[in-house]
């Protein structure tokens, strides 16, 4: 017969697989060091030694790293999405801007519709502090908090569509946003007007899905991120309209008068 005697499951299974799921849930990020040993253990109610065969099980198949000195951390694992070769391919071309932009609304125009329909009220509330906190840094000098903000906004609408592949695959999108891959955030903060414009498209997306519609919350973010793409496209033609009118502008101060 295939039957065979039910066994309890090792205490450092079960840590294994708590571990295992707060990572693939994004609670326990690329980075995040845990607690120290003792203090985990008490709070999982789990002996040490148990503890440390699921740390070990965790290293081995490298969801976890250690650091002499420092302690256990989740490994950086988003990296490994794209070769460094593809990356590096990315950002000498622009048109991959473009196609960046595009998957970008794509997906995130998904994740804002799925948000809408299955987002718990706690990650409604979550989405609607960090837009509170964009308000907030809107009335700043300087765009670079606003601009982290702006990832921030995006990044919780997707974690609040509860889908955990297209979580995973979109923080690496928005590791490679950060590192300046695509393009400088900065960018299409540098005129006031544009700045308030995309506020005002975070605005309509957060509205959207706190009022729970699918529908609006998909355009909204379609509509936003249609708007980024041009306001880069705008940018790129001032940046060569300029260095032309550099050039003429020389030619013209060598003229003899």
Known sequence: MPFQRIQSEKLSYSV????????????????????????????MG???????????????????TSRAGSGIFVAEVLGSAFSDAL????????EALNDFIDFRRDLEGLAAERAARLASDTDLLVIN?????????HSGKHPSQEANLDAEFHMAIIEASHNVVMLHMMRSMF?????????????????K????????????????????DPKAARKAVESHLDFVKQALADEQKFERNEAIA??????EQSRPK
């Open 16 to 43: 294994t697989r708590q571990i295992e799921l707060l990572i693939l849930r994004g609670i326990l990020r690329p980075g995040e060091r845990l607690p120290a040993e003792r203090e985990l253990a008490d709070k």
């Open 46 to 64: 789990v002996s040490r030694p148990s503890l440390r065969d699921a740390v070990a099980d965790l290293s081995e198949r490298g969801l976890l």
């Open 87 to 94: 990356v590096n391919l990315f950002s000498r071309h622009s």
């Open 129 to 137: 502090s960090i837009f509170e906190k964009m308000e907030t840094a």
């Open 175 to 191: 590791e490679m946003l950060r590192e300046g891959v695509f393009y400088n955030r900065t960018v299409i903060f540098r005129q």
């Open 193 to 212: 007007t544009t700045r308030a414009a995309l506020l005002d498209q975070h605005r309509g997306i957060n509205n959207a899905i706190q009022s729970r």
């Open 246 to 251: 550099r050039q003429k502008f020389g030619r």
